[in-house]
């Protein structure tokens, strides 16, 4: 084994899931014989973790191996790595197709990078059964969100649910969730290194527990999880609308380091389309648990997606989501136009849409969309908000970037407050709100 120091760039593709995942590997790389370089082109070693949840993500994962194969063809790199969900997706092709990469490792298997990087392991592609169950909750994290004071915690692996348009179930197996006493290890030692906010994600967030023996549920874990020392907030993502667990929405009322904010993915209004695309939940449903969280959770944003275009989505359709997002006035919202997806139950729907009709109905959505986040911050103007401060502009040296508690990181906005001494990277701050733009906020610290 050679013991000059390598330099590895890592790329992270998709989701807050998948940057978890790179951010394990990051932290099984030995820091004398490895230093990591944030230029792809001075790097000995580039991995490569993708995402191949929709075609716009498997596209931008192609490219991006694409645009490294190029380097490594140069001489600029010298080994070059491709884990995650391509990889587990299409091993063969890819290895028969992309003959620059050296190594090809699937999502169960991240742990052999280190292992590939050091030599004792040759095997070109290292896919294995992403089913399986001996996942290791209890490797090192390198926490890669920028300024240290923020974390991304992921309670569970893989997802038991059967939606017609997910590949996800395939990629990255059944749910398996963590022990609550393994996230309150790793909750203490982010907050030992300094982080103050904890985003809780899985695939979904609201089954937590339901896969352990004995049962748990998400209300159980975040009692313990909101009195770890040190955390001020706890972010919940991803919370599948159909089923939340007894207590879920009191508590989120309740407890003040629980932030008023829930990400629930409802993916459309329209009962036939809920019906196709086996979501499990009605029109009803959804706008009983929407109204639930109004009504009992104090200043709630919601942030949903929705999907424009899945087979056999009618203009009628169509015309009853655009009402429901007028109608629902969420905070934050995205659309993706449906992707057809092999080895999914809607690929081979009847009465595809296509891509044109997909992207008009797209637009219209975020259309109305933005005149209501717009509308959203301009309520905020000349109010009182909590700023976590997290970093310095690059505009300009008299400004701090940061977030309130309604805006997730790399997600949504951000907000942008003035220089002083009170503000310092990982300070929560009192600022009132004094402009605000379709997405993002200024605010100046109060004494």
Known sequence: MSTEVRKVHFLSLGCPKNRIDTETMLASLPGARYTMTPEADEADVVV??????????????????LDMARLKEKGRIGQLVVTGCLAQRYPDELARELPEVDHFVGTNDLGLVTEILDGRTQSRVLVGNPDRRDFDWEAPR?????????????????CSNTCAFCIIPTLRGPQRSRSIESILREARMLAAQGVVELNLVAQDLTAYGYDLTPRLNLTALLEPLAQVDGIRW???????????????????ASEPRIVPYLDMPLQHISDPVLKLM?????????????????EKVPGLVLRT??????PGETDADHRQLVDFVQEARFERLGVFAYSREEGTPAHDLPNQVSAAVKARRLDEIMYVQRDISR?????LMDREVDVLVERPSAESDLVMVGRTAQQAPE????TYIGLSDAVRPGAIVR???????DYDLAVEPLE
């Open 411 to 414: 997600i949504d906005g951000v």
């Open 305 to 310: 997606t929705f999907i424009s275009g899945f």
């Open 375 to 379: 509308a959203h911050n301009e309520a």
């Open 48 to 65: 490569v973790n993708t995402c191949a949840f929709v075609e716009s993500a498997k596209k931008e994962s192609v490219d991006a191996i």
């Open 142 to 158: 390198y926490n890669s969100v920028e300024g240290g004071h923020s974390a991304w915690l992921k309670i569970a692996e893989g």
């Open 278 to 294: 086996k979501r499990g939940s009605t029109s009803d449903t959804i706008r009983r648990r929407v109204a639930e969280l109004r």
């Open 431 to 437: 600022a009132v709100v004094t402009q605000v733009t």
């Open 234 to 252: 706890i972010r919940l993502l991803y919370a599948y609308p159909r089923s939340f667990p007894k207590g879920l929405v009191d508590l989120m």
